[in-house]
């Protein structure tokens, strides 16, 4: 029988095949674990470069891009290898000062990798899809956090379902006023296209 929160799971949790990208996009936070995953991927040859991006955040005592890239240089990545974006303050932000840095170092991204908290994983792919190429494919590489919230155990404990009912609130207020826009880009790309 399928659970009435079945549909919050599939919507909120996301997590695709990996394959080689361009770059590694992490967006900010200070869980250790997204620059790990990070770095296991870069290690594996997915990609030539991670751009972990984030301001500063009085919780964490420095920027969130500091922290991260701390992480991955202790991790033996090479400093030329890791991007620099220290000014996002959200996710979108993230997103879109990613976009910024990849321009101003003439990486075009056809084809890029995020690694997220599992938790975050589709607000974190619909602001990358908001601020990127519309035709950049995305791969979704989640990580369980420091709560050890997953798919499969969200709803099980009071942290987990405050959290995942969060994100679906922030989805609601981020992207309310993107789907006009996509559905033009959507539109006027399928008449392009018969034409």
């Given at each position: 029988?399928?659970?009435p929160?079945?549909?919050?799971?599939?919507?909120?949790?996301?997590?695709?095949?990996?394959?080689?990208?361009?770059?590694?996009?992490?967006?900010?936070?200070?869980?250790?674990?997204?620059?790990?995953?990070?770095?296991?991927?870069?290690?594996?040859?997915?990609?030539?470069?991670?751009?972990?991006?984030?301001?500063?955040?009085?919780?964490?005592?420095?920027?969130?891009?500091?922290?991260?890239q701390n992480?991955?240089?202790?991790?033996?990545?090479?400093?030329?290898?890791?991007?620099?974006?220290?000014?996002?303050?959200?996710?979108?932000?993230?997103?879109r000062?990613?976009?910024?840095?990849?321009?101003?170092?003439?990486?075009?991204?056809?084809?890029?990798?995020?690694?997220?908290k599992?938790?975050?994983?589709r607000?974190?792919?619909?602001?990358?899809?908001?601020?990127?190429?519309?035709?950049?494919?995305?791969?979704?590489?989640?990580?369980?956090?420091?709560?050890?919230?997953?798919?499969?155990?969200?709803?099980?404990?009071?942290?987990?379902?405050?959290?995942?009912?969060?994100?679906?609130?922030?989805?609601?207020?981020?992207?309310?006023?993107?789907?006009?826009?996509?559905v033009q880009?959507?539109?006027?790309?399928?008449?392009?296209?018969?034409?």
């Amino acid at each position: 029988m399928t659970n009435p929160y079945d549909c919050i799971t599939d919507f909120i949790f996301v997590e695709n095949e990996l394959a080689s990208a361009d770059v590694i996009l992490v967006p900010g936070a200070n869980h250790p674990q997204l620059m790990e995953k990070a770095v296991s991927l870069f290690k594996q040859g997915l990609a030539p470069y991670i751009l972990p991006s984030g301001g500063y955040k009085p919780h964490v005592g420095t920027t969130e891009w500091e922290y991260l890239q701390n992480i991955a240089v202790e991790k033996g990545v090479p400093e030329d290898s890791i991007l620099k974006e220290d000014k996002a303050q959200h996710t979108l932000e993230n997103a879109r000062f990613s976009l910024e840095v990849l321009k101003n170092k003439g990486i075009h991204p056809n084809k890029v990798i995020i690694v997220c908290k599992a938790g975050h994983s589709r607000r974190a792919l619909l602001c990358y899809q908001a601020e990127f190429p519309k035709n950049t494919e995305f791969i979704v590489s989640p990580v369980v956090d420091r709560y050890g919230i997953t798919k499969d155990n969200w709803f099980l404990s009071e942290i987990g379902i405050n959290r995942i009912m969060t994100e679906v609130e922030k989805i609601g207020k981020y992207f309310g006023d993107f789907i006009p826009n996509w559905v033009q880009y959507r539109y006027c790309s399928t008449i392009e296209d018969k034409s």
